[in-house]
Nanobody, 114 residues
Framework: QVQLVESGGGLVQSGESLRLSCTASGSFSSFATMAWYRQAPGKSREMVATITDSKTTYGDSAKDRFTISKDNAKNTVHLQMNSLKPEDTAVYYC?????????WGQGTQVTVSS
């Protein structure tokens, strides 16, 4: 069983930065994909960024402002969010996918005030 624990959310003003972290525990493949998703009130959950050992991808809302990275030695993935906007306000979820399994963290709230 894999557990994902997020940290780093909070309240910031428009234009500021935040860094989210997610640490995975348990047994999982080194080829697993890790990702960040977010869900704003009244909206569907959307992909923010994904990362494997060889590739990163970003959702349209994250391009040019957010950077995903991971530390394999610590089983941790980070999301550096710069130039935050009020529309970035959401619960951010960490996600891990293997071939036949997927796991979600409990989420961390990010609130950006104007």
């Amino acid at each position: 069983q894999v557990q994902l624990v997020e940290s780093g959310g909070g309240l910031v003003q428009s234009g500021e930065s935040l860094r989210l972290s997610c640490t995975a525990s348990g047994s999982f493949s080194s080829f697993a994909t890790m990702a960040w998703y977010r869900q704003a009130p009244g909206k569907s959950r959307e992909m923010v960024a994904t990362i494997t050992d060889s590739k990163t991808t970003y959702g349209d809302s994250a391009k040019d402002r957010f950077t995903i990275s991971k530390d394999n030695a610590k089983n941790t993935v980070h999301l550096q969010m710069n130039s935050l906007k009020p529309e970035d306000t959401a619960v951010y979820y960490c996600y891990l996918q293997e071939i036949f399994q997927q796991y979600w963290g409990q989420g961390t709230q990010v609130t950006v005030s104007s």
